[in-house]
């Protein structure tokens, strides 16, 4: 990054106008720039305050616009995409995270020279890691909680997603510690509804936890579902404490960075992030985020383990897509402060894609979560974490899954189900 | 709504599946249902728990997918769209607005059955008026604030968007107070960087709009800019009160809902709420939110005032569309809690909009804030004012504005002003 004082951010775009004349226009929508000329845009303020174009680079003409409502030339020029990088003085905002989403993502996907306008990466000023919390616990206070080293967490999501009592609950959680789980989320449907409510879900998922930890030694990693507002979060979130949990899971996009902050700063517990809604902003590749800058926002507020999907899911992502989001939570944001979130491979998950995973991350800092994966083996829970166990082991050996599995038979039952 | 104890959605989808089972895929999804059956999914938990197919309305067939990444049926099937309505127990969730959002439009918009997806309106059981904090001003306190009753609030943003310090802001104010404006708002790049901080701002701004308002008995009315974290916005709101200011302002997608509940839960003041970044949840028309929806999820968050674009505006939105989210902001939530907010006209307004603005809307509860529609009249800012007041004027008594300028030399230059 040429100016560490700068905040940067590259976009894809997609115009009918000069590309260049349409990146000027987005350095001036998001920063001095107004529609009509105003007497107090001055050349000393523009040094100060304006955002810059500092690279373009223009790629194909396309034969349609990608999104309606864009304004064309009158002359009908041709329709073409550009990769812009922008630029802007740290001190137009300070290190403020809301402001930053204002900055590099506010107005800019309803200009209407652009027909497609998407955010794909952003740079930071090192200021960023001192004034925001980031991961505390990430890959490293993760795996000391719940007791796992050099390999993935096997991870599972209490379903049905929701209807279960408390009481039911509990008594499928005893059954996935008496099945050798890691890691245990509720699902994001459930919070505290009255079906089910968050106090006595946590009092009687904890009771048995601690029980089966006294039993076995070992203490499943459980992410309580608090999405709710900010003061119930915070109470949540210390009922947890105060009953021996370890983690606590919020859906992102529901509760929004200021009051996501507001739990992380607050917290003292694994923040587990959930991103469903995450496909309104990204499902159409020319507008809004790709997840490379979307999750360093949500890093650097708190999360420590985020979700990324898996290989071969049931919705409508690639797998190139979602090993970019996966490598993406495990680059350093900063050489002094790498705030590394552990992802989280979810979405109909089975020992078929572990091998895929593995090859295509190269990394085991991860939460592989399997719901039908583990409840569905035919052998019952605890076979069906042995064998995505088994399936890890391998792959990280080298072996091939189907040679393993002749003397692994939970292994040869899960590689039988239907996929 | 057929039962008022449920919670209904209603969505526009395309899918290449039989639409009625694409339907129960998303009820299923978003309820108990799981990928591989699973054995706690009784009929009774079903009963309870399962969100239903209310109504569906198969609309067109299409010839290619509107997104990317959907899958297609093995026999290559018309992909059709189609109106479909949800519904699901209130008790899943509670009236909780965090939850709400992770309900109806969580991880729906990424399955893989569908091309399109899009959340098109809510219903909701009166539960969440009584839980939620609602405007706590809406259009009449606004109105008894600023002093201005029977026609729209006159409004205008401070420009340059971002580098003015606090003084040249308060000399700026200086000027617009004198000119005759009603409202003032910061730019939603303006919060509280080290070029302008926050608190000298509304010193330096409170200031001027007090001894304005001792000269001339008009307080005007200036939403400050307060979008941070909870504590920094409630620490702000705070000082504004104190202050004597009488509105703040949030960007509510970099603050999210619980952000947002945390500021309004704590405010005596109106709340402006900005909706940049919108356009990633809406730019598409087959993703995302429609306003429709998403203004419910904010009103009862307690926006007082809520952006909806402007006629002819310099952004990619329809008229059409904007008509529709002003009206809908107008448009009571439930009988006994109307929820009404005041649509906030914006983007390159000037007084050639405001006849049919008015003939559209039919109201004259709005705010109508033009930045070089004031600014940049050849007579100056009040001259501006003037001009838009008597657009107005003339559009509320069915005067063309032609003909009234005859006699209205500020019209008359503002008419002729570049659009």
């Not at 976009?11 to 350095?27: C, H, N, S």
């Not at 995973?357 to 974490?385: C, K, N, Q, R, Y």
């Amino acid at each position: 990054m040429a100016d560490p004082s700068r905040i940067e951010a590259d976009y894809l775009i997609e115009t009918g106008f000069d590309p260049r004349a349409a990146a000027e226009a987005m350095a001036g929508e998001q920063s001095s720039g107004t529609f009509l000329p105003v007497p107090g845009e001055t050349a000393a303020l523009k040094a100060r305050a304006a955002a810059r174009v500092e690279a373009i680079a223009v790629l194909e003409t396309i034969a349609a616009p990608s999104l309606p409502g864009a304004r064309l030339p009158a002359d009908g020029g041709a329709i073409r995409r550009a990769f812009v990088t922008l630029s802007w003085p740290l001190d137009n905002l300070g290190p403020s995270l809301p402001n930053l989403v204002a900055t590099v993502a506010g107005n800019l996907f309803e200009l209407g020279q652009f027909s497609g306008l998407r955010l794909r990466d952003l740079r930071l000023p090192a200021a960023f890691a001192a004034a925001n919390p980031g991961p505390r616990f990430g890959i490293e206070g993760t795996r000391r909680l719940a007791g796992v080293f050099a390999r993935p967490l096997i991870g599972t999501i209490v379903k049905p997603s929701v209807g279960l009592s408390p009481a039911e609950t509990a008594s499928l959680v005893r059954t996935l510690c008496r099945a050798g789980i890691d890691f245990i989320k509720d699902d994001e449907l459930q919070a505290d509804g009255p079906h089910c409510p968050f106090a006595e879900r946590v009092r009687a998922v904890m009771t048995v936890i601690e029980d089966e930890a006294a039993r076995s030694g070992k203490k499943v990693m459980f992410a309580f579902n608090l999405t709710g507002e900010v003061d119930e979060m915070r109470r949540r979130h210390d009922l947890v404490r105060e009953s021996g949990g370890t983690a606590v899971m919020a859906s992102l996009n529901s509760v929004g960075v200021a009051g996501f902050l507001a739990l992380s700063r607050h917290s003292a517990l694994p923040l587990h992030a959930h991103r469903n809604g995450w496909g309104a902003l990204s499902r159409h590749p020319l507008l809004g985020w790709s997840y490379v800058a979307w999750q360093k926002i949500w890093r650097l507020a708190g999360a420590d383990h985020l979700h990324v999907n898996g290989l071969a899911n049931k919705f409508s992502e690639s797998d190139e897509s979602v090993i970019a989001s996966a490598r993406a939570c495990l680059t350093p944001l900063f050489e002094a402060a790498p705030a590394l979130a552990m992802p989280v491979f979810s979405s109909g998950q089975t020992v078929h894609q572990v091998p895929a995973t593995w090859a295509a991350l190269g990394s085991a800092d991860l939460i592989f979560a399997a719901g039908g994966g583990v409840m569905a083996h035919p052998g019952g829970p605890a076979e069906g974490v042995a064998a995505l166990r088994a399936a890890w082991d391998c792959a990280m050996a080298g072996t091939p899954l189907a040679a393993a599995a002749r003397t692994r038979p939970a292994l040869a039952a899960a590689l039988e189900m239907a996929r």
